[in-house]
């Protein structure tokens, strides 16, 4: 089998989704020498979810970056709808559904129009590491061995970070995920008479699914289930599509894939290498919609990086300001709801319902959740939420393990407001983080 020996560069991208390739271009701007590599070619990508991706509109107000053009644009959302098993109301959730294959190759070309490199079809085979710290990557391209070296490499690669699963332990990076850190995602679209085309874009709670509008004529639907359960989402899209649909339609488009959604990882940079996306578990804690937290993580990772290049420091000293100012902002924001979520998890349909039947969530609450990831319910308030409603006295185990989830997601909240200013101080900090985490 050949081998060659690529060009050194300073920042080499492993993963040219739209977080990864926004990433490069933010890093090249600053003058560095940044390569994208990805398995896919520049066509390819996008391409398994084709169909559509949800995106926050206040991202693109708040970052330096283009919004989406129209010919990218499959539907826009202002309000979505929840339905649940006693609750129908509408909430405020402003979104472009964009057509995710188009919308990647267009911040791909923005990156190499900053003075990036894509080189696609190539296969990423782990880190290579002298010295305690990251120096770039084993790859296979075209069908032999390649190395790349580079002064800082970045994991985009999506759940299966194999930049990320190939540290070594002393690294202290978590690479474990357990069943009820994933959603398997099955989505279909599906192609309907105009006259029923645009519907809302709706979220149906007792099937644990979604349904709206993709493009012109199409609407989508699909549904998620955790990886402990071993039910197949598909299965369940068709019961989803009886109660979502007022005509059937014809599928036109159909995916699989298995989403992330368990807390973030506890370092998020390690020498010469920094997590990103879905490689760090960054996505929101209930929907599994990464883009719009990912890209502002890309935006800190970029600037942390940048500096980092520019004093010729990889040490994770000089790297984890961009683990501190994460977990400050998102990490916090995120921890009561993973932990509310894990005890969810655990629940039972039935338990499921009747937890959604408390009232605990309105649309004040539902837009926050979808849109900042953030929920506040202390226990007192849940005792409050349930007091006064009769069938909690039937379930007060369930209602006494909801309040503990509460609880422990305040304390959670406290912690990460004192993440580790050092990478030194974090072993006692995340022992502790994965005792309030636990839900067994």
């Avoid at 709670?205 to 598909?234: C, H």
């Avoid at 989803?240 to 036109?252: D, H, K, T, W, Y």
């Avoid at 977990?327 to 969810?344: D, V």
């Amino acid at each position: 089998m050949k081998k060659t020996k690529e060009d050194k560069c300073d920042a080499l991208i492993v993963g040219a989704g739209v977080v990864g390739s926004y990433l490069a271009r933010r890093i090249a701007e600053e003058g560095h020498k940044v390569i994208i590599v990805d398995k896919r070619s520049r066509a390819e990508l996008g391409g398994w979810k084709n169909s559509g991706h949800n995106i926050d509109k206040d991202v693109f107000k708040k970052l330096p970056v283009e919004p989406p053009a129209e010919s990218e644009i499959g539907a826009q959302v202002e309000y979505a709808e929840f339905r649940g098993p006693n609750t129908h109301f509408k909430f405020r959730l402003p979104m472009y559904n964009v057509r995710l294959g188009l919308f990647t190759r267009r911040i791909l070309d923005d990156a190499m129009d900053a003075g990036a490199s894509f080189q696609g079809g190539v296969e990423c085979l782990g880190a290579e590491i002298e010295d305690g710290c990251v120096v770039g990557i084993k790859a296979r391209k075209e069908g032999g061995d390649v190395s790349y070296r580079a002064k800082l490499v970045v994991d985009v690669s999506g759940i299966c970070a194999v930049v990320r699963n190939s540290l070594p332990d002393e690294f202290g990076i978590d690479k474990k995920m357990t069943p009820f850190d994933y959603l398997n995602v099955y989505s279909e679209d599906r192609k309907v008479d105009p006259a029923h085309w645009p519907v809302p874009f709706t979220y149906h709670s007792v099937m644990q699914g979604w349904s709206g509008s993709r493009r012109p004529g199409v609407i989508g639907l699909g549904l998620g289930r955790f990886g402990y359960t071993g039910e197949d989402p598909a299965e369940a899209c068709r019961a989803l599509a009886r109660q979502a649909l007022s005509v059937p339609g014809e599928v036109i488009f159909k995916t699989r894939a298995r989403v992330p959604v368990r807390h973030p990882l506890h370092k998020l940079a390690a020498p010469g290498v920094m997590i990103l996306g879905d490689a760090a578990y960054q996505g929101k804690p209930l929907n599994g919609e990464g883009l719009s937290v990912m890209l502002y993580a890309a935006e800190t990772a970029a600037g942390v990086a940048a500096r980092a290049l520019a004093n010729d420091d990889v040490s994770e000293e000089s790297l984890w300001d961009y683990s501190y100012r994460y977990q400050r902002k998102w990490g916090k924001r995120f921890a009561p709801i993973h932990r509310l979520r894990y005890e969810l998890s655990r629940f039972s349909k039935e338990e499921q319902a009747f937890t959604m039947g408390l009232g605990l969530y309105g649309p004040e609450e539902m837009s926050s959740i979808m849109l900042d990831g953030k929920l506040e319910i202390s226990a007192l308030q849940l005792a409050n939420k349930v007091r006064n409603g009769w069938k909690a006295i039937f379930k007060p185990d369930l209602v006494i393990r909801l309040a503990r989830a509460s609880l422990q997601g305040s304390k959670l909240t406290e912690l990460y407001r004192q993440y580790p200013r050092k990478p030194a101080d974090i072993t006692d900090w995340a022992a502790e983080a994965d005792h309030l985490f636990r839900h067994d």
